[in-house]
Every structure is written in C-alpha cells, then in structure tokens.
Nanobody, 117 residues
Framework: QVQLVESGGGLVQPGGSLKLSCAAS????????MGWFRQAPEKQRELVAH???????NYADSVKGRFSISRDNAKNTVYLQMNNLKPEDTAVYYC???????????WGQGTQVTVSS
C-alpha cells in the first residue's frame, strides 16, 4: 500500500513558477513509475509527466520546455518544477504511483494550481 501527499500548489501570476512535491508513505522502489496528472474543470484528467526510477521521463507536449519532473528515491519524493506558467495550466494536480507489471495504482488527494493575474 502506498499513500501519496502532494504539496506546493497555490495562486501564481502568468509567467511565474511553482514547485510541487509528492511524498510517498511507502518505499518507492525501482518497480514504480511516478507521475503527475492534472484535471481542469469540465475536462478529463491528463498526464503531465512521468518518471521511471532510472530517470527516464516523458512530458505532455503542452508542458515540454516549461515543466521538469524529478524524483528522490531515498526520500520517496517526486517533484514537479513548473516554470513560465500559463492560465491554461490551471487545474488540480495529482500525484500518481504505478507499480510496473501489476494493476497497482495509487493517487494523491490533489493540489490546486491557479494561474491568474
């Protein structure tokens, strides 16, 4: 069982930056993919970025060059650095942990990010 707790959301002006953190209660071993998803009002949840234990990453086209995902396996924590934020980045951001080769999948409670002047 894995519990995920996000932090770092808030209100920021367009062009600003925020860094989200996701702390996992259990040990996130090499068999897990960690990711960030987001869901805007009246839209489906979408993948923002994910990272494998070895450091390989993937990003949604809409955030490439602006967002950066990283993980600290020793601290069981994954981060999302968000730069040059745009109003369309406004959403609830969710942390996700997926155990490879199984159906095990866990979600955090979400943290609100609002980009507005």
């Amino acid at each position: 069982q894995v519990q995920l707790v996000e932090s770092g959301g808030g209100l920021v002006q367009p062009g600003g930056s925020l860094k989200l953190s996701c702390a996992a209660s259990g040990r996130i071993s090499s068999g897990y993919v960690m990711g960030w998803f987001r869901q805007a009002p009246e839209k489906q949840r979408e993948l923002v970025a994910h990272i494998f234990s070895g450091g390989s990453t993937n990003y949604a086209d809409s955030v490439k060059g602006r967002f950066s995902i990283s993980r600290d396996n020793a601290k069981n924590t994954v981060y999302l650095q968000m730069n040059n934020l745009k109003p369309e980045d406004t959403a609830v951001y969710y942390c996700n942990a997926r155990q490879l080769f199984t159906a095990n999948n866990w979600w955090g409670q979400g943290t609100q990010v609002t980009v507005s002047s």
